[in-house]
């Protein structure tokens, strides 16, 4: 990789669901050598780094992924940038980070990007499994830097943009049942939906396709499988229009 | 203002509408001492500015939009970021930002924002004003850098925020009439809207106000004015939810 750019870096918001919760990837922030170990687990941060000078931006935050989900083809969106002078305040953090870098670090731009896995499937890097977790939302602790504030911009972007998009599909499952998808939509949206009027609004739906299988495993009843074929939702889809 | 940092920038696509067209607000590029003024036509860009290293993202933006249009409290919104290593290729261009900063420029990431203007508010300083033109969004020429492509996309991004927000109305008058409003909305959604469906529409909503004045100086039959009525909107807002 080439010379790093010490203004600008690129930060990732990776959404996990698990069937039953919204998750977040986050990892401990490397050790100085000077520093004892006791003090990693205050030490969340978002999966990022420091762009390259030769890099595009989106290229930067798929290599982030890449080296942390194991996985390359995955949803990826830019949403904000946090570019506050204030945003490295803590001397702490400031200090690991030029320690880290190598260089000079004065004020970072930070490009956010949120990301949505399919929990199952990632694979992350063996070196790198020990130092990330899969962190439920509604217990993220205190992160570093300004990484708390991004986590939340993060997750109103991703509910901004499933009132017009279903990207909630590239958390599921490829066979997933509709307690899964409902349960989905209820933890992004943060309430509870009807029952019976979220099966209704679902029957409707030709892309929401019934599969001859069943969920295996489960000590309840086994119920149905469904996938989500894209093709008839493209070809399906209602031009939402606008607001007046 | 304080030092600039050669690496972060921010470019605002104005938008304005004088009640038929949709425009954006473009400034000639500064002349260098040894260029001829007669290349100045070719040389438009977006109002656009280096940050300085003590100022918030949001603010150097504001910065931009005041000196240009003389208004400070306008709609603003940060939209995308263009990155890409290669975005300053022309030679022409990248010699010029670098003589007008007064440093070595490699790479600059710009932070890009739309915004939307009514234009009979809009008080272009006057130092300014010979500098900077309304051009019609169809009639953008070639401009300098990346700018062809952050104006396009500023358009997506807009069309994208009126699927779910009535935005359109910070570039209408106070007081507007609905062919106004229907000429506006045509000319951002890129097609022509059916008359009567429109008007059934709009005559359904509360916060769509008559007034009892009409139009003023028109040669044709005045036709009523109308006021968007924020507070009533927001009150009677519908959750729009979400797409499965």
Same mark, same amino acid.
């Given at each position: 990789m080439n010379r790093l750019n010490p203004h600008i870096s690129v930060d990732c918001v990776i959404f996990g669901f698990d069937g039953l919760q919204l998750k977040v990837l986050l990892n401990e922030r490397e050790l100085l050598? /000077?520093? +004892?170990?006791?003090i990693l687990s205050d030490l969340l941060k978002l999966p990022g780094s420091l762009i390259? +000078?030769?890099?595009e931006l989106d290229i930067s935050a798929y290599r982030v992924l890449k080296e942390l989900?194991? =996985? /390359?083809k995955i949803f990826l969106k830019q949403f904000a940038v946090f570019g506050s002078p204030?945003? =490295?305040?803590n001397t702490n953090d400031v200090e690991w980070l030029r320690k880290t870098s190598g260089m000079s670090i004065e004020r970072v731009v930070t490009i956010a990007y949120y990301s949505l896995v399919k929990i199952n499937e990632s694979n992350p890097n063996e070196s790198l499994l020990e130092k990330t977790s899969w962190i439920p939302l509604n217990e993220?602790?205190?992160? !570093?830097?300004d990484h708390n504030i991004i986590v939340n911009s993060a997750l109103e972007a991703l509910r901004k943009e499933m009132r017009t998009d279903? !990207?909630?599909?590239? =958390?599921?499952?490829k066979k997933f049942t509709l307690r899964q998808l409902q349960n989905l939509y209820e933890v992004i949206m943060g309430n509870k939906l009807d029952n019976r009027n979220f099966r209704k609004r679902i029957v409707k739906?030709?892309?929401l396709v019934p599969l001859s299988e069943k969920e295996k495993g489960?000590?309840?009843?086994p119920a149905q499988l469904y996938k989500f074929d894209k093709k008839t939702f493209l070809r399906e889809r209602k031009d939402i229009g606008f607001v007046i």
């Open positions: 050598p /000077d520093e +004892d170990s006791s390259s +000078d030769t890099e989900t194991g =996985l /390359d204030n945003r =490295l305040q993220v602790p205190q992160l !570093i830097f279903p !990207i909630g599909f590239e =958390l599921l499952p739906l030709n892309y489960v000590s309840h009843k």
